[in-house]
Structures are given as structure tokens and as C-alpha cells.
């Protein structure tokens, strides 16, 4: 049993090793061909990692990119694909914003709140979705994406300043209005003045909860099960409706925190530019990391990364958008890498079994050939 | 994957004929009743855009990039592959179809278009197909590797062209369009007279046939075109038998990879049409971030029409009429489709009280009430709303309907060769 | 970015304040706009040209935050460019926190004052005066008595330009009726770049009579000329004079006027006034009176139509002797 | 037979057609030398019609319209298959789909014709209706290459029989002088076990009592039919009622219904004194319901999933599997093990995924599982469907032995020599009712299998037999 295991850790590590030397080369090889040195805009790259203040954005921003990503990966594990935490996250910074604004309580019952109206209204706007899945059988996949569209819509009337929205003075953006200073987030504070979003930590400390619900809870074991083979589970006993419900508010309710680290760390308003898109960078890194809560981690570390690095390409001299490509070409080396490692962990597995079977009860003798 | 089909059969004594068809009077007699109702809903609000020529044609062209990629949702998912990279490969299209229409004319940009598009559809090919791996992961990865690649290359040339930037390229010339000359004056006569349903009848009419894009005829003629290709012939049946059951299909001697390759790719290099049309009729220049999600949209215009390109167009169809109502008309218009809304309530509150489901028909009628008010107590509505007007629809339309969705059944499932039992 | 920004940044990153250098931060959609964006990089360049200094430039990227705003005017700021500008007001909140941290640079603000501190220049602009000026203009050439207004995404800053031309067309002719729309709602400000959504927007109000368009919409503004002057209709540009845009020289005949916003020479003035020792600060207005917001009389057709000329010529003594106050919100 | 049909490559080794020497890469050549087959599993498209799953592949011969509709069409009428070509196939019982899997390979004009257990899902007449085929077939000159588990039908069927195990072949036989007890010891190495049990351990207290259950579908076009109506029956403690039916006729939905996976419209379900009628799933699963499904794959397993989390499911709030809500994997594990030496699954370790297991192991898995949990009331459906012999036997002493404790047992099974073997109580599900019992004691498959086509009712007996099936026209008259 013990050699197993270290098989299984030798393969999981080759899978990755493998596939970002393969990304890199692919980007080196892009930039050769478009005679662009295809060096240096990647020591350019690593040379911005080396500075505090973009390690430090580059861990706020995975903060951020990390609760969006499970939030995704919630749906993910039970063949849910909520392409709607993007909607869902801008919509509930929004709203708890306005709540935060216009309430004032002492320190942590003031952030408790916000936080709390995230989740409801995130879980809300994906709830929508989960009813009408559960209910009438739309498709989460269209839903999701309309819902997204409307609440663009949505929150572009309640921050209209006749509405819930502030226009502040000789300003033209529109926002929330403020939040006191009770409800802000602490913050980890290093160095000269670079703060770590204290959210950061809880969002990775979401990851342990993630981990733990999913891997030691009769309701994550459902919720795999589901995942796995809807037919099956609902043999189990899993009420497949309900699980729908459930695991759609569960996502909506994360993605609804992930616009926290921002607002409770950083802008305390929800203004115009508040980020856009975190939903779907959300899903290309709880693909990335295979919805696990350490491949999502390494996932988000990994595109903040190449998000903060390659936005000091441009002042260097080179097109930024090497760092877009780098995403998908990293995205593609490490799911085909993936595959080939299990591919060959598979074909290793039939081999035991069939060495085993061969040898001690003699059921089956080898063959090549692997059968699914 | 081949598990046993033996207990597929779960549905006991079946009636033959329980299931109804719709045929082609029903569809016809479904239309004529849709467009007598909008036409009420015209006289009473007076919003006489509801159907003029030019909010069809409006619609179709708005509808076509839509339609194009939910076709090519369609044929990629027809034979099992999830396609969720349209986006990027209607990117591709747009940058390919600008690329070459600014140089060497519109008709070579289509055509580099279609190609940039399908090299799309071919690495979504390679990943899926080929190492099989996950379709979803794949098809974003080709979203990220179009935006990234358009925006990398547009450094170095439309940026260098004259007239064009990093962001956008020169201005493509655009095809002749068609009218038909005496036709469309006479229907937009007719349907300046505001007539009830004559008047719309003409409206309809005249939108297509009024400044046509030779582009846009095609497109419509794929909708058919895809129809009878994967349903009428040898190829068709047995691209859509790897999307079913490529273990049988393989069993039968089809080459499984060779079908969903080339369904991958005609997919791709649908998308990149679809791309190609917004760069090329649409707007007439490339412009970065000119899909703005349609590839999307384009594929839950397919999930909306069940995998079958008649309601593929449907719902593009829907999209588009809604999109161009809002955008030409904006409150006046989607104000007029409360009043739709509506009645259509009234209607579901009878056909509610018929069937004695006295819940829904109470749903119905408080609903249909609160429209009704909101209707005669407003002149319009907030320009935030009718910004949601498309997407409100899409989704009541498809809460409301009944969902019978039926994807193919094998759609995204793994495939390797010689691995059935 | 590509190859051009490299060799006047690349160097500046490293040797920092042996020369003089400017730099700017551009808003999303970045250098290529054709629009806002690049009217900033032309004063810019001229400043690199007339003053002989370094320029430096930086883009945001996609759903960026408020801390990526704050690193990069940090770097602009530390690696020693003096003036640092924020090309829009998201960079308001971001400017606000890096100011404080370097009080020896000055740091300019477009279309914002509602942060402010000794070395916060905030660069600000009249539109709705320009804005109402198109307004006469289209109240006076149009027919039909139907104008319409296109705004690219609904954000206060382009309610001004509504706001203003609004009551243009209404002071000229009570009577007269404005189609407005707006392509898209923020956060989605894919309506300053979908050029399709223009068209149909503009073909829409072309059907209900409309006979002047006025698109404030970026790029999707093109799609609006577009339409409009295939129809034979008068379509008004804006920003930048588009009557000599090279994208769109097939329909200029139809191009009646832009509304000009001087972007270009607020930065150059800013970054000149550093150069000269006394740097901006405050809110620097650009009104009418400055020539900061106008309406190009570049098309000869419209320098033809007299009385249109005269009543804006009118209009615009009117607004500088202040006595007529345009509205800033519809 | 993959081999034989292109599907796999042998290592070494020839085959010959006609003494001519060929090596296949792909079932299309395999197809193109004249060999067709109908596989285990069958190899359809759902959603396609039955026209379209015969032509593809060979479009070329007839078409895909009119052309290959009129030759499926002689086809079918020659041999007397009775194939529809527009239905689709979802529509059609598994007797169907078998004929359509037979008329495919004639359609491609096959000299050689491979059947892989066409039998096991077939009652006994429309065993004897494939038959008849195959004999008209081999008068016709084809070659028949027919697989079975089932002797006594090898026996019946063929010419000539070879006898394989573990991949070599292990003896031949003539089935003129062949008895099923040599053929047996061939197989697998002893003699074949049978599911007779005789002594009786049938007690009078009630276990599970179901009463007037009625259960009605709506298609998606909203025509209602009903699938199931007036279920009666009450199994004892330490009782198997055997169901006897052609698949379709309700036997799933039975299940479902008992398991609480739908919700009837009508009756009464009690369990031990307690009406669990609404109960949902779970609850009832905690109150001693075993499930055995009848589709392993897609109701009893995790395939990818290791073997410890597969037994798991299905029980993960009962322990050892769980302690308040919180899973307990450690002791899952150890009782995994426990499982996998007293059930004598065959697994290199419980790490495994279940799909790396065969058949027989997968199913000797869920008996475990299932058992774990002295479960009061177990639903066997097709405990043994694609098991091996050796598993076979082992399956009917797991269910034997619990009987004698008391379990009672719902065992749904188209094997009718299990079914009679292992039953205490025989009924007949026909179109949704139970139509017909019978005392598997004097009954026969035959009489048995002539219920199952609805014509004969009441109680059977086997004397009377003849007078039963006399009104009816007992082959054709299939679930559809
Ligand atoms: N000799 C062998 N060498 C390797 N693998 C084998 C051998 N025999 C059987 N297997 C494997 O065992 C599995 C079961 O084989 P197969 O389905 O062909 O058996 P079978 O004899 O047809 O059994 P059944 O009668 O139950 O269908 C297959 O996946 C096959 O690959
Ligand atoms: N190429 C191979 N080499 C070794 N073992 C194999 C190979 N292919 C299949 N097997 C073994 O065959 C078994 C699974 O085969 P498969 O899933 O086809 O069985 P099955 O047909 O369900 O079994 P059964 O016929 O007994 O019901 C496993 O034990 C697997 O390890
Ligand atoms: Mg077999
Ligand atoms: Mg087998």
C-alpha cells in the first residue's frame, strides 16, 4: 500500500513539472516567432515577482482569484457549471456594500454583516439559477450566463444616485458611498506600508473548510457522489434536487465573498471600476487546479502571477498580452500533461490489478490494452 | 461509457404516437398567431417599431453572429464535442476576417475568417479529441489563447496599417448588399400604413429583403444547410453516431477521431463566419473585444434550441429581435413588450385554468395584473431594464416552456478508440 | 504597447531622474482607442517632441483592481516621471493614496475633481458645453424636428454630454424632440467599442424621423456615423474631429461637426508647467472660454450653413459671458 | 472475439477466412471480410432510428433513404424480425434491439455471424424465436458463432462446441453426446453450481407489505400512462418473492418506487410494522432496505472512484462509515478489507477505482456493501446478470445465508432458473400488474416464460399449462 502512495505523489508532481516547462517553452518558442527575444520578457516577468509590492498584489489578487475559483469548483464537483460567479460576486459586493455604507456598527459585528449580506445576496442570484434548474430543468449553463447580463443591468439602476448609488462630488463615478471605518477588514500590514488583505486568509482558510466538507462530511460525500454519477447517488439516497439547490447556493454564497478582500481591504465602496471578469478567471483556475483545494491554491498563485508580472511587460517594452497567452498556453500544458500522467497511472493500475489477478487467483493473464 | 444499454428500456407499456410532432401547418399556425398578437400589441401601444423592416432586418443582423456560432455549437456538439471556445474562435475570426478583408477585400476576409476560426476548432480538436481531455478546460483555454493571440498580433500589424491601432483594424470594404429594388418600397409603403397584422405581415417581408447582406442570406441558408447535411445524409449520420454512441459507431467501422475532427472544425470555422460577419458586415473594422460574449450567447441560443438548428435559430432569432428592440426603440419598445408579456399571461392563466392547476393560474393572472399596471401606469421604462430586456426574455422563455432538452448523448464524455466493451 | 513605447520607456525604467520624463496611465481600453486614450498619448508626444523629455506609458489590464491602479502610478512615480497622469476618473481613489506618498511629484487627474491635494492636478472638462453647442447645431440643421443622442455606456460623464446637447436643442427649438439611448450599462463598457450596437442604435432613431445624430460613444460612434450618413443624414462626432478620421473618410461629406474635448493639450499644459517650474495644481477647467471643449468646423458644408454657424457662434458667447449655464445632468 | 472483429489487435496468432490467412485493424475490415457481430452489450444509438443504427457504417450498400428502409424491410420480413425502421431505439424492449442488432449484421450481408450472450435478456420463447433465426440463418450458409453462459441452450443451438476459459481453450465437445455436467466441469474446472434451495425458511411475520401501489409517468408530452397499478404483495421475513417479467414492464419502476426514487400516486408501502410510503431514499435505506440494482454502473458504483468510497455509498450515515455527520474514512477502509476477504472479491488493494474491477468483483462488492448493513429486506435485481460462474455461486450463498436469518427478499431476475431456483414465491409483472404467481416448486421456465408474455393469469399450475396459453398469441405480444 505504501509504494502505491508514492507512485501516486511521484505522478502528481510530474503532471505539473511537466506541463509548465512545456508552457514555457511554447511561449518562448511564440515570442521567437514573432522575433520578439524570447528571453527576456520572461526575466522581465520574474524580475517583477522580486519586488514586495507586486508580491504583495500578487497574493491579494490570488485571495481574490481563490474564492472565485471555488466557488466555481462547488459546482464543478457535482457537474454544476456556474459560469454565473462573475454576476453573482459583483452583485453582492454591490449590495453589501450599500448595506455597509449605511449601517454603523461596532468592528467585527459591522464586517460580520457585510460579509453575511454577501453571501445571501450571492447565494440568491445563484439560487435563481438553481431553481430553475431543479424546478424546470434550464439548463444552469444558460441561466448563468443571462443572469450575469442581467445583473450588469441590475446594479447599473441601484447605483443610479436616485437609487442606492452616491455620486460624490466633481466626481463622475458613481458609488456606494463609504464604508465606516468599523467595517473594514484589519489588514496584514508589511514592510513600508503594503498591506495583505486580512481577507486574503480567510479566503484561504475557506479552502481548509472547502476540503474538509467535501472530503469528511456525509453532505460533501453526497455531493461528490452526485458529482461522480448522478444515477448512482441518487440510488444512495441523494435527493438529486435538493443537492442541486444546496450546491448552487453553496457556490453562489462563496462567489458572493469574493468580492470581500477588495471591498472590505481596499476600496470600502463599490464604485464603476470595481473588477470585472473575476468569475471567469474563477473558472479557468478551478480547472487549472482540478478543483482541489491545493491545485486551486497553486492555480490562483499562478495566474495572479502572470497577471501582475506581465503588466510590468509594457513598461519594458514588450506587449503584455505574452502574459494572456502564457495563461492559455499553461492552461492546455497542464490538462494534456495531466492526462498523459493519468493515462499512464491508469495503465499502471490495470497492470497491478492484472499482475495480482495473474498471480494469485489466475482470472486474468496481461494484456496491452487498457479497457475504461 | 458502454455500459449496458439493456436497461436503457426503463419506460414501461408505451402508446405509439404518444409523441406529437410538430408539423408544418402547427409551425406555421404557431407564427401567424405570434405575429397577430405583436400586431395588437403595436396598435394598442403604438410603438410602430415592434415590426418595421428595419427592426427585422435589425434583428436578423444581430442574430446572425449568434446563429452562427450556436451552429457551431451545434455541429461540434452533434458528434460529442462540448464546444465552450466558441467565444475564441469567433475572436479568431473576427481578427483573421479584418486581417485579410482590409488587404485583399471582404470576400477573402470571410474566407480567412472561416480558416482562422476552424484553426481554432482544430486545436480544441487536438486537445480534445486526440489527448481527450476535459472539453470545458480545453474551450477555455482556446478563449484565452484567441484574446491573447488577436491582441498579440494586432501589435504588429493593424497597428502598423494605416488608419488602424492596436485595438482596431482599417476599415474592410463592405459587401454590396441586396434589395430588391420594387419589393422592398412597396412592402415599406405598405407597412407605413400601420394596418394591423397587413402592415406588420409587410414589415416582416420587407426586413428581409431590405439591404441584405449576401452574408446574411448564407447564414440563413446554414440554418437548412446543417439540417439536411447532419440529418439527410450518410456523413451527417454518422458524425451525429459518434455524438450518441462512438463506441457503436466504431463498431460499425466509423472512424470516430475523424468525424470529430472535422465536426470540431467546422465548428471553429462556423464561429469564425459568425467573427467574420460582425467584423466584416456588422461594424466593417475589427475592434478588440468586438464579440463582447456572443460566442456565449451563441451557444445558449443552441441549449435553447435543443440541439437542432431550427430552434438553434429560433433562439438567436428571439435574441436578436429583443437585442435590436432595445437598441432601436430602447424604453418605448421593450415598454410594449410588458403589454405582450401580459396578455401572453392571460393566455397561460386560461390555459392554467383549463388544466385546473389553480396555483400557476393564480400565478399567472397576479402576474399578468402587475404587468398590466405597470404597463398603463409608465410611458417607459428604466434604460437599465431595457438593457436586460434580451436576457429576461431568454430566460422566461426557457423557465416558461416546457423543458424537453435532449443533448446528444455521449456530448463531452470521454472517447478513446478500442476502449467499448 | 509593441515595439514604439520601448525605446523611450525602456531606458527610463532604469536611469531615473538624470532626464526629465512624463508618464501616463491610460484608462481601459488602453493606447489605440482611438479616442480618449490617444488623445492623451498625443500630448504626450508632443511634449516629448516640444519639451525634449521622456515619456512613459502604462496600461491597465482586465478587471484590474483599485491596488493595481496604486502600484502602477507608484512605479510611474518612483522610477522618477514627474508629471504622473491618470487618464480617467477611476484612477481618482488610487491617485489619492499615492499623492500623499510622493509630495514632490505632481500628479494629474482627467475628468475628476473630487480628490485633492497640493500636487494633484485635476484636468476637467465642459463637455456639456460643447455638448449644447451641438445641440444648436442640430436643433438648427435638422428637418424634421427629431434629433437623436447615442451615448456608448450610461455613465454619469456621458449623461453630461445628454445633458448638455439636450438643452441646446431644446433652447433653439422648444418644439424640437431628442431620441436618446445608451449602448451598454457600466460595468460592461463594451458599449464604447461595439461599433454594431451603433449602427442599429442610430438606424433605429433614423426610422422614428430622427434627421442629426449625435453619437457620444467611442468607437461604437463610428458604427452611428456609419448609418447615419448612408441614410443621408447629419451625424455629429465627437471627442476628436472626426470629420478627419482616417477610418472614416467614406462618410465625412456627412460628418456635420464634432464636439471637441481638448485632452491633448490639458496634458501637454500640465506637463509643460511641471517642465516650467510651476506645476498645475487644483482643478484646471477646460471650458468653452478655452477653446478645452468646441465644435469643429472642419466640413465645408457645415461652414456653409450660416444661420446654423451664427446661432452657435451666439450659443457660445452666450455660455462665456455665463448667461446661459448648461446643465450637467439630464 | 474483439480479435475476431478487428476491435483488438492479438499479439500472435492468425486467423483464417476460408483458409485464407488475414489480419484485421479496425472493425471495418473486419466487416468488409463478412464477419459481423452482435455484441454483449449492445452497440446502438438511443436517440437515433432503428433505420439509421442499421445503416451506419454501411451507407454505402443502400443508402440511408427509401432504398435501405425497403432492404431492411425484406431483411426483416425474411427472417421474420418484425423491425419497425422509424422507431427510434430508446423506444424499443431489449427483444427489439436484439433483432436490430441481428438485422444490422445481415443488412452488411455477414458470412459469419458472431452472437456474444444474445440470450440473456430473452424469455424463452424469444430464445426459441432466435433460434429459429439462427437455423434458418445456417441453412441460408452463414456461420454461426454462438456465446453463452446458458448450457443447455449450447447445446440445443449448435454444431460443434468450444469450450474457453481464461483465455485459452480448455476442450471441445459434441453437443450430440455432451451433457451440461461435462460442459460445466470444462468451464470451470468443477461442477457448475445451481441456485436450488430446498428447505424452506419462510416465517409468517411480515417484513415488507405493499398495497395497491399505482404509479402513473407523464412524458414529456404530457400524455400520462400508467406503469405501475394494483401492486399487492407482501414478502415475510426470511422469504424471496421472485418477480418474473420481460424487462419494461415495470420491474424498474417497481424498484424505484419501493426505493423511494419516485413517488407513486397511489398505495401503501410498509416496512416492518412502519409506513414508509413518502419516505424519501435515505430514510429507507437507514430502515433496512438492501439494493442490489440491476445496473451496476449507473446505480451502484462510483466507477471512478476507489473501492472504499464505493462502499460508502449508498450508507454513508450509518456507520462504520460515519459519526455524526462526519465521515469516518479509516474505519470504511478496514471494513472495506473486511469485505473484500469475506466476499472474495479479487482486487490488488481497496485503492483501486471500481472500474479496474470485472463484473463478477464489482457485483460481489455491492453484496458485501449491501449486506454490511443486516438489512431487513434486500431488492435483488439481477444479482448474477454478467457474472461469472464462480461469482454466480458465490452472489446465491450471500442471499441464501441472509434468507435463513430472516432477511426477506425482492429478487427480480430474467434468469428463470435463478429466479425459480432461488425463490420461495413466484409472481409475474406483465404491463405494470402482477398478473400471474406461481409455486416455483412445480413451475417450469417454459410456463413461466409464457406468463411473462401476458397470456396466461392467475395462479399457474403447471398442469394446466397447455389450456393457459392456448388464447394467446404468446411471442409477439412484447412490452414496447
Ligand atoms: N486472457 C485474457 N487476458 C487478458 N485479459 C483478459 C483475458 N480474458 C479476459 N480478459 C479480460 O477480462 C474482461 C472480461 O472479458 P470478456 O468480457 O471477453 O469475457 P467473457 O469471456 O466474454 O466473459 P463473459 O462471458 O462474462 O462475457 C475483459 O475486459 C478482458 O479484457
Ligand atoms: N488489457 C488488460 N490487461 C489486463 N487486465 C485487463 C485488461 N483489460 C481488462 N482487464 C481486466 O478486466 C477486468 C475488467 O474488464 P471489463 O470491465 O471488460 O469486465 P466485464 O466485461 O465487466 O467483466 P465480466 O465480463 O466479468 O462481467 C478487470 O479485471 C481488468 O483489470
Ligand atoms: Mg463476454
Ligand atoms: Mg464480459
Known amino acids: ?372 | 461509457m458502454s455500459t449496458s444499454t439493456v436497461s436503457a428500456t426503463s419506460a414501461a407499456p408505451k402508446k405509439d404516437g404518444g409523441r406529437r410532432k410538430l408539423t408544418l401547418p402547427w409551425i406555421l399556425l404557431i407564427i401567424a398567431g405570434g405575429l397577430a398578437l405583436i400586431s395588437l400589441v403595436r396598435v394598442i401601444s403604438g410603438a410602430d417599431d415592434l415590426t418595421s423592416a428595419g427592426q427585422i432586418s435589425g434583428a436578423l443582423q444581430l442574430a446572425v453572429p449568434i446563429g452562427l456560432a450556436g451552429l457551431g455549437g451545434l455541429w461540434a456538439e452533434r458528434a460529442g464535442v462540448v464546444n465552450i471556445g466558441l467565444e475564441g474562435m469567433m475572436i479568431l475570426g473576427t481578427w483573421f476576417g479584418a486581417w485579410a478583408g482590409y488587404q485583399w477585400g471582404p470576400w477573402t476576409g470571410v474566407l480567412m475568417g472561416i480558416v482562422g476560426g476552424a484553426l481554432g476548432g482544430l486545436l480544441h480538436a487536438i486537445i480534445t479529441v486526440t489527448f481527450n481531455v476535459n472539453h470545458i478546460v480545453s474551450g477555455v483555454a482556446v478563449n484565452i489563447l484567441a484574446v491573447g493571440f488577436t491582441q498579440y498580433l494586432s501589435n504588429f500589424t493593424f497597428d502598423e496599417a494605416p488608419g488602424g491601432s492596436s485595438k482596431q483594424s482599417p476599415r474592410i470594404e463592405p459587401l454590396t448588399e441586396i434589395t430588391i429594388p420594387g419589393l422592398s418600397d412597396w412592402l415599406a409603403t405598405l407597412q407605413g400604413k400601420h394596418w394591423f397584422l397587413i402592415s406588420d405581415i409587410a414589415g416582416v417581408l420587407g426586413g428581409l429583403v431590405t439591404n441584405l447582406s449576401p452574408l446574411t442570406v448564407i447564414a440563413v441558408l446554414l440554418v437548412p444547410g446543417t439540417w439536411w447535411v447532419l440529418w439527410r445524409t450518410s456523413f451527417g449520420l454518422r458524425l451525429r453516431s459518434c455524438g450518441e454512441n462512438p463506441v457503436a459507431a466504431e463498431s460499425l467501422g466509423v472512424n470516430v477521431y475523424k468525424y470529430k475532427y472535422i465536426a470540431v472544425m467546422v465548428s471553429g470555422g462556423l464561429a469564425g463566419l459568425g467573427g467574420a460577419f460582425l467584423a466584416i458586415v456588422s461594424t466593417g473594422i475589427y475592434q478588440e473585444g468586438q464579440t463582447g460574449g456572443r460566442g456565449y450567447i451563441g451557444l445558449a441560443a443552441m441549449i435553447f434550441g435543443n440541439w437542432m438548428p431550427g430552434g438553434t435559430a429560433l433562439g438567436a432569432g428571439l435574441f436578436g429581435f429583443t437585442y435590436s428592440l432595445k437598441l432601436r426603440g430602447g424604453a418605448e419598445n421593450v415598454h410594449a413588450m410588458l403589454l405582450l408579456l401580459a396578455i401572453l399571461l392571460v393566455v397561460a392563466f386560461g390555459w392554467y385554468l383549463y388544466k385546473k392547476t389553480h396555483v400557476k393560474a393564480g400565478v399567472a393572472a397576479v402576474s399578468a395584473a402587475a404587468l398590466f399596471l405597470w404597463y398603463a401606469l409608465t410611458d417607459t421604462i428604466p434604460s437599465q431594464f431595457v438593457e436586460a430586456a434580451p436576457y429576461v426574455t431568454t430566460l422566461l422563455v426557457l423557465a416558461l416552456s416546457a423543458q424537453r432538452l435532449r443533448m446528444p448523448k455521449a456530448d463531452g464524455l470521454p472517447y478513446r478508440k478500442g476502449q467499448g466493451k | 504597447g509593441g515595439k514604439k513605447s520601448s525605446d523611450s520607456t525602456a531606458s527610463s525604467s532604469e536611469s531615473s531622474s538624470s532626464s526629465k520624463s512624463a508618464a501616463i496611465a491610460y484608462d481601459i481600453g488602453g493606447r489605440g482607442d482611438q479616442s480618449f486614450n490617444d488623445a492623451a498619448f498625443a500630448g504626450l508626444e508632443k511634449a516629448q517632441k516640444d519639451l525634449k523629455i521622456k515619456g512613459a506609458e502604462a496600461e491597465p489590464s482586465e478587471g484590474e483592481s483599485e491596488a493595481d491602479k496604486v502600484q502602477r502610478l507608484t512605479e510611474l512615480a518612483r522610477k522618477g516621471n514627474n508629471p504622473v497622469i491618470g487618464v480617467g476618473f477611476a484612477y481618482a481613489p488610487a491617485i489619492k493614496k499615492v499623492a500623499a506618498k510622493f509630495p514632490n511629484t505632481t500628479f494629474g487627474l482627467i475628468d475628476d475633481t473630487s480628490v485633492q491635494d497640493k500636487n494633484i492636478a485635476n484636468l476637467v472638462f465642459n463637455e456639456e458645453q460643447g455638448s449644447y453647442l451641438a445641440g444648436v447645431a442640430a436643433a438648427k440643421a435638422s428637418k424634421s424636428g427629431k434629433v437623436g443622442f447615442i451615448g456608448g455606456v450610461e455613465v454619469p460623464l456621458i449623461k453630461k454630454f445628454e445633458a448638455g446637447f439636450t438643452q441646446g436643442v431644446k433652447d433653439t427649438n422648444p418644439n424640437a424632440e431628442v431620441l436618446s439611448a445608451y449602448l451598454t450599462q457600466p460595468p460592461d463598457f463594451s458599449g464604447f467599442a461595439k461599433p454594431d450596437l451603433g449602427k442599429a442604435t442610430a438606424q433605429g432613431q433614423l426610422a422614428k424621423g430622427a434627421d442629426v445624430i449625435y453619437a457620444a460613444a467611442g468607437l461604437a460612434g463610428s458604427g452611428a456615423i456609419e448609418a447615419t450618413a448612408t441614410a443621408g443624414k447629419w451625424a455629429i462626432g465627437v471627442d476628436s474631429d472626426q470629420y478627419n478620421q482616417a477610418g472614416l473618410s467614406k462618410y465625412k461629406d456627412k460628418i456635420l461637426t464634432s464636439v471637441t474635448k481638448d485632452v491633448q493639450d490639458s496634458v501637454y499644459n500640465l506637463i509643460k508647467s511641471v517642465e516650467d517650474g510651476k506645476p498645475q495644481t487644483g482643478e484646471i477647467r477646460y471650458g468653452l472660454d478655452k477653446d478645452g471643449v468646441g465644435l469643429a468646423d472642419s466640413n465645408p458644408a457645415y461652414k456653409q450653413m450660416t444661420d446654423v454657424t451664427a446661432a452657435v457662434e451666439k450659443a457660445k458667447a452666450d455660455i462665456i459671458a455665463k448667461k446661459i449655464t448648461v446643465k450637467t445632468a439630464p | 472475439m474483439k480479435i475476431l472483429y478487428g476491435m483488438q489487435k492479438p499479439d500472435e496468432g492468425t486467423i483464417a477466412i476460408d483458409g485464407e490467412q488475414v489480419t484485421f485493424s479496425s472493425p471495418g475490415e473486419a466487416i468488409a471480410r463478412g464477419i459481423g457481430m452482435v455484441h454483449q452489450h449492445f452497440m446502438l444509438a438511443d436517440n437515433l432510428t432503428v433505420l439509421e443504427n442499421v445503416v451506419l457504417g454501411g451507407e454505402k450498400l443502400y443508402g440511408i433513404g427509401a432504398k435501405a428502409r425497403k432492404k431492411i424491410k425484406e431483411i426483416s420480413d425474411a427472417y421474420g424480425l418484425g423491425v419497425r425502421p422509424d422507431a427510434l431505439v430508446e423506444d424499443l424492449g431489449v427483444a427489439d434491439r436484439q433483432r436490430v442488432e441481428i438485422l444490422k449484421v445481415l443488412y452488411r450481408g455477414a458470412q459469419i455471424l458472431i452472437l456474444d450472450e444474445p440470450t440473456a435478456v430473452l424469455v424463452p420463447q424469444e430464445v426459441d424465436a432466435l433460434f429459429d433465426n439462427l437455423r434458418e440463418l445456417k441453412a441460408e450458409g452463414l456461420t454461426v458463432i454462438f456465446i453463452s453462459h446458458k448450457l443447455g441452450e449450447v447445446l440445443k443451438v449448435a454444431d460443434d462446441i468450444t469450450v474457453i476459459r481464461r483465455g485459452t481453450t480448455v476442450g471441445t465437445a459434441d453437443p450430440k453426446t455432451a451433457t451440461t455436467k461435462q460442459l460445466a466441469e470444462l468451464m470451470v474446472g468443477s461442477e457448475l453450481p445451481s441456485p436450488e434451495t430446498r428447505e424452506s425458511t419462510v416465517t409468517d411475520v411480515a417484513m415488507l407489505n405493499v398495497q395497491d401501489l399505482r404509479l402513473t409517468a407523464t412524458d414529456p408530452d404530457g400524455v400520462v400512462r400508467e406503469v405501475l397499478a394494483g401492486i399487492d404483495f407482501t414478502i415475510h421475513k426470511g422469504e424471496v418473492l421472485g418477480v418474473a417479467g420481460v424487462e419494461g414492464n415495470g420491474q424498474t419502476e417497481l424498484i424505484e418506487a419501493l426505493m423511494g426514487m419516485s413517488i407513486p400516486d397511489g398505495g401503501v408501502i410498509t416496512l416492518d410494522g412502519k409506513d414508509i410510503s413518502t419516505t424519501p431514499t435515505r430514510k429507507r435505506r437507514e430502515g433496512g432496505i438492501g439494493y442490489i440494482p440491476e445496473d451496476r454502473h449507473r446505480h451502484g458504483l462510483l466507477l471512478e472512484s476507489p473501492l472504499w468510497e464505493n462502499r460508502i455509498l449508498g450508507h454513508v450515515t450509518e456507520k462504520p462509515n460515519s459519526k455524526r455527520g462526519i465521515l469516518d474514512p479509516k474505519a470504511a477502509r478496514k471494513d472495506t478489507e473486511r469485505i473484500v476477504r469475506e466476499y472474495d472479491v479479487r482486487t490488488p488493494g481497496i485503492e483501486v477505482t471500481a472500474a479496474s474491477l470485472s463484473g463478477g468483483n464489482q457485483q460481489k462488492l455491492i453484496v458485501g456493501r449491501e449486506m454490511s448493513h443486516a438489512p431487513k429486506f434486500l431488492i435483488a435485481a439481477h444479482p448474477t446478470r454478467g457474472v461469472d460462474v464462480g461469482a454466480q455461486a458465490q452472489i446465491w450463498d450471500a442471499i441464501r445465508e441472509a434468507r435463513r436469518e430472516g432477511l426477506a427478499v425482492l429478487l427480480i431476475s430474467a434468469d428463470l432458473d435463478e429466479l425459480i431456483g432461488l425463490s420461495d414465491t413466484l409472481r409475474v409483472i406483465y404491463r405494470g400488474r402482477l398478473v400471474a404467481d406461481a409455486d416455483p416448486a412445480t413451475i417450469t421456465a417454459e410456463e413461466l416464460g409464457t406468463a411473462m408474455t401476458g397470456a396466461a393469469r392467475g395462479h399457474l399450475e403447471a398442469t394446466d399449462n397447455p389450456s393457459a396459453a392456448a388464447d394467446g398469441d404468446t411471442t409477439e405480444d412484447e412490452a414496447r
Open chain 1, 1 to 372: 500500500m505504501k509504494k502505491f502512495d508514492k507512485d501516486k505523489v511521484l505522478l502528481a508532481i510530474a503532471g505539473p513539472a511537466l506541463a509548465l516547462v512545456s508552457a514555457f517553452l511554447l511561449t518562448m518558442i511564440v515570442l521567437a516567432a514573432s522575433g520578439v527575444d524570447p528571453i527576456d520578457p520572461l526575466r522581465v516577468m520574474i524580475d517583477q515577482a522580486s519586488y514586495e509590492d507586486v508580491q504583495v498584489l500578487i497574493l491579494n489578487q490570488a485571495g481574490i482569484y481563490y474564492l472565485a475559483a471555488l466557488a466555481v469548483a462547488i459546482g464543478f464537483r457535482m457537474n454544476l457549471f456556474n459560469i454565473g460567479v462573475d454576476g453573482q460576486y459583483r452583485l453582492a459586493a454591490m449590495i453589501s456594500a450599500v448595506v455597509g455604507a449605511s449601517v454603523s456598527l461596532p468592528g467585527p459585528l459591522h464586517v460580520a454583516l457585510i460579509v453575511l449580506v454577501a453571501m445571501v445576496t450571492g447565494a440568491f442570484w445563484s439560487g435563481i439559477a438553481g431553481v430553475l434548474k431543479a424546478k424546470r430543468g434550464v439548463s444552469e449553463v444558460v441561466s448563468t450566463i443571462m443572469l450575469n447580463a442581467i445583473a450588469t443591468a441590475l446594479i447599473a439602476w441601484l447605483i443610479l444616485p436616485k437609487n442606492l448609488g452616491v455620486q460624490p462630488p466633481g466626481s463622475n463615478d458613481l458609488t456606494t458611498g463609504d464604508i465606516p471605518e468599523s467595517g473594514w477588514f484589519p489588514a496584514l500590514t508589511i514592510g513600508d506600508g503594503l498591506e495583505v488583505y486580512g481577507f486574503t486568509f480567510v479566503a484561504f482558510a475557506l479552502g481548509v473548510v472547502y476540503w474538509f466538507v467535501l472530503n469528511r462530511t456525509r453532505f460533501g460525500f453526497d455531493l461528490r457522489a452526485t458529482g461522480a454519477s448522478e444515477s448512482a447517488a441518487q440510488a444512495s439516497g441523494v435527493d438529486a434536487k435538493k443537492m442541486i439547490m444546496t450546491s448552487m447556493l453553496i457556490s453562489g454564497a462563496v462567489a458572493g465573498l469574493a468580492g470581500m478582500p477588495l471591498l472590505l481591504g481596499e476600496s470600502h465602496t463599490y464604485n464603476l471600476s470595481f473588477p470585472v471578469g473575476i468569475g471567469f478567471t474563477g473558472i479557468t483556475i478551478a480547472l487549472l487546479g482540478r478543483n482541489s483545494p491545493i491545485g486551486i491554491f497553486f492555480a490562483a498563485l499562478l495566474i495572479a502571477f502572470i497577471d501582475k508580472a506581465s503588466a510590468g511587460l509594457d513598461t519594458a517594452g514588450y506587449a503584455k498580452e505574452i502574459g494572456t497567452i502564457m495563461q492559455g498556453l499553461i492552461v492546455i500544458a497542464v490538462v494534456v500533461s495531466y492526462e498523459l500522467v493519468r493515462r499512464y497511472g491508469i495503465r499502471r493500475q490495470q497492470q497491478k490489478v492484472g499482475q495480482e489477478l495473474a498471480a494469485g487467483h489466475a482470472l486474468k493473464t496481461d494484456n496491452k490494452e487498457v479497457a475504461a
